[in-house]
């Protein structure tokens, strides 16, 4: 039976009693006036033009050939739209897993697209380790993982929450080890836009690899998670058609105004991304100068990821205690790290994920470094 979404449960559980929301990992939304005046004269005709019958069940062609370019060498035919990247996801399982199939997931990962794997194939989970402040994904142990009819590993790099990003040489090292044995290397890279070092930044597998999946969309870097728009890229036309018949059973096209809006967000990619890195690079400053004041509450460490920090908790009780203690007494929601717990593998759980992109998350942060430097800190833990 499917676990629970613990991430969803604490959200639902705390969500509608707090009064700062620190546990989001999307960047600043734009509003649909703001967007629609970033419109091209092409797209603008577009929206005014807009009708409601049924969409392309693959996505808009002008939106896939948009998001085609993203990739080296790809066009509109390489691209399958989803109603966010957590569909994509899953349409990609259904269509590479079956039960006599095997997969490994590195973890820790959003609590779906793991059990997206897991509900149709046996699967192996290989933790990323922290090691003298960085996070490793230790090659050895993913090779120890895979077994003969191994056809699949799922990342998420930049993974959340960690922050965790692969350097090319380790990424390598990952397309060919998955090379070596014909496994797809599928990659979750929707925190791509908020890396912490954009000159840094790793290619899309789907342009490093022949069997390369980038699962991507507009949910995070770009803020516009309620357009639920994301796609799978990747150079196998077979295989998307696949994960076509999969999503038809889904939400068998995106909504007609939405493709529109993300056309046009795609293409004003530059000002919206500057803007939100912005945005994370100030609320970074802050969360630094909190956790410089407690250190006796959080190890400092810098943050990895422009939308989201994940600092080790070094307080009296545990992680989630301490979270839960947040959300009741003070109104503040962080997420403790053990919503990402997995069956999969012990993760660690002595840490928490605090929202970095967006502007609420500025007053956000003063509100949690008053409450922790003045409140007793005894009564901090329930
Ligand atoms: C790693 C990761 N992938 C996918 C998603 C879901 O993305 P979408 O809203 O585009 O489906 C999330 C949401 O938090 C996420 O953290």
Redesign the pocket.
């Known amino acids: 039976m499917t676990e629970p979404f613990a ?1 969803a449960a604490f959200l639902a559980r705390w969500g509608a009693s707090i009064r700062h929301d620190l546990a989001a ?2 960047s600043e939304t734009t509003p649909l006036a703001e967007l629609l005046a970033m419109a091209d004269a092409e797209d603008a005709e577009r929206w005014a033009r807009l009708e409601f019958g049924y969409a392309h069940p693959r996505g808009a062609p002008w939106l896939r050939e948009t998001i085609a370019k993203r990739y080296h060498g790809l066009e509109p035919a390489d691209i399958l739209c ?8 899953t349409c990609i399982a259904r269509a590479l897993l079956g039960p006599e199939d095997h997969a490994v997931v590195v973890l820790p ?2 609590q ?2 793991e059990q997206a794997i897991t509900a149709r194939a046996p699967t192996a989970g290989v933790a990323l380790e922290e090691r003298g402040g960085e996070w490793i994904l230790d090659l050895d142990r993913v090779a120890a993982a895979l077994r003969p009819n191994t056809r699949l590993i799922l990342t ?1 790099f930049p ?3 960690t922050g965790a990003q692969l350097d090319r040489a380790a990424f390598d090292a990952l397309i060919a080890l998955c090379r070596a044995r014909g496994i797809w290397l599928v990659n ?1 890279e ?2 791509r836009q908020t890396d912490r070092v954009a000159d840094e930044r790793l290619p899309p597998v789907a342009d490093l690899y022949e069997r390369g999946i980038s ?1 991507d ?4 870097g770009f803020g516009l ?1 309620g357009l ?3 796609w799978a890229a990747c150079r196998d036309r077979d295989l998307l058609t696949r994960a076509l018949l999969a999503k038809n059973e889904l939400s068998s096209c995106l909504a007609a105004a939405s493709e529109v809006l993300a056309q046009i967000a795609l293409k004003a990619e530059a000002p919206i991304v500057r803007r939100n890195r912005a945005i994370g690079r100030r609320n970074d400053e802050r969360l630094q100068d909190v956790l410089r004041r407690l250190p006796d509450l959080f190890e400092p460490a810098p943050s990895r990821n422009l939308a989201f920090a994940c600092p080790r908790y070094v307080g009296p009780g545990s992680a989630s205690a301490f979270a839960v203690s947040l959300a009741r007494g003070a109104g503040i929601l962080v997420l403790p790290l053990g919503v990402w717990h997995s069956p999969l593998a012990a993760l660690p759980a002595d840490r928490v994920r605090i929202s970095l992109g967006q502007l609420r998350s500025g007053p956000g942060l003063d509100a949690l470094a008053l409450h922790l430097c003045e409140a007793r800190r005894p009564e901090l833990v329930a």
């Open positions: 991430l990992s999307e989803c109603a966010g990247a957590q569909e994509a996801a990962i959003y779906p697209s998420n993974n959340s929450p979750d929707v925190y699962i969309g507009l949910s995070k998670p639920r728009v994301g």
